[in-house]
């Protein structure tokens, strides 16, 4: 029988600290978009942790928050035993790929290169692990948001960090490659 694994407040707390700022830049006219990833430059640095929290507009900020909290609540009622080292992949090292790979030099934020990571992740380990819960959760992610999944990795607006979706999706995909035989994930 399959067991849920628990509680985390860990993806409440990032939603918390993403609206706190976002409160902060709208109500003080702040632009904390330098604090967002700057490939390949020292200034953009700080990014690789602070990125998810900073937002553009009232349309970012709610296009991530119900995924972050539904994902990341998942990813952790699931698979409890390894979701910090998924988030965390998900959060760090997509980040980093940005910093290290993106051809462009513009600032990136928001946390949506988390989400496609969770995304991916939660599509492919049901798949790989062929159990009915995580299979049937794999299938309800994919139809809520394939769709939007494939077209965000393309490069068509200039305005989207296509690179965060797509370093977020591909860190995703390994995580579920490179877990997929541990016995305990819940």
Not at 42 to 47: C, D, F, K, V
Not at 55 to 75: K, R
Not at 79 to 103: A, E, K
Request: positive net charge.
């Amino acid at each position: 029988m399959y067991r849920h694994s628990g509680y985390s407040p860990l993806p409440f707390q990032l939603v918390f600290l993403m609206w706190a700022v976002f409160y902060i830049q709208v109500n003080f006219s702040v632009d904390l978009a330098f604090l967002g990833i700057k490939p390949r430059a020292t200034e953009g640095l700080p990014g690789i942790l602070f990125a998810p929290m900073i937002h553009g507009s009232l349309q970012h900020i709610l296009g991530n928050t119900a995924p972050v909290l539904f994902l990341g609540s998942a990813l952790y009622f699931f698979y409890g035993r390894i979701g910090n080292t998924v988030f965390f992949r998900c959060y760090l090292i997509t980040n980093l790929l940005v910093w290290l790979l993106s051809p462009r030099a513009s600032y990136h934020i928001g946390a949506s290169g988390l989400v496609y990571g969770l995304s991916a992740f939660m599509i492919l380990f049901g798949v790989l692990r062929k159990e009915l819960v995580p299979l049937l959760l794999s299938i309800f992610i994919f139809l809520l948001y394939g769709g939007a999944f494939f077209y965000g990795v393309l490069p068509i607006d200039p305005r989207v960090s296509w690179e965060s979706h797509l370093f977020g999706a591909l860190v995703g995909v390994v995580s579920a490659i490179t877990l997929r035989t541990k016995k305990r994930v819940t």
